[in-house]
């Protein structure tokens, strides 16, 4: 089944903002780097409980289908707009790269210029 996970986002989460898509980036730029499916990631959210940076966290819940609520996601109080993903095999960990949080560079660019990431 294919959403648009924009509008998904905005019904979820009230609005559509560029943490968000910056979860949904990350979260299917982990998917595609572990190649795992919906709801296979164990999720570690760096970016703590409070907005703007943990709206961040909703946009990986709606990525990937590894939530709070089915007990593949969780949040640690770090801050940092970064995650680590883990598979039974392999684990990643994610971090957007310091810029201008603009939704057009954000839904457009190469992940390479959003993200760096390392094999655990």
Not at 24 to 42: K, V
Not at 72 to 82: C, M
Not at 84 to 94: G, P, Q
Not at 99 to 105: G, N, Y
Request: glycine share 6%; charged share 25%; net charge neutral.
């Amino acid at each position: 089944m294919n959403y648009d996970l924009p509008s998904l986002a905005e019904w979820f989460h009230g609005h559509y903002q560029p943490y968000i898509a910056l979860g949904i980036r990350m979260g299917e730029l982990a998917m595609n780097l572990l190649e795992a499916e919906r709801h296979e990631l164990n999720i570690v959210s760096e970016t703590g409980t409070r907005p703007t940076y943990s709206c961040m966290t909703d946009g990986l819940q709606l990525a990937t289908g590894s939530t709070i609520g089915n007990g593949k996601l969780k949040i640690r109080e770090n801050a940092k707009l970064a995650a680590t993903f883990t598979t039974k095999e392999r684990k990643l960990r994610i971090e957007a790269k310091d810029f201008k949080f603009d939704m057009d560079l954000i839904t457009k660019a190469e992940s390479q210029v959003l993200f760096s990431w390392e094999w655990k």
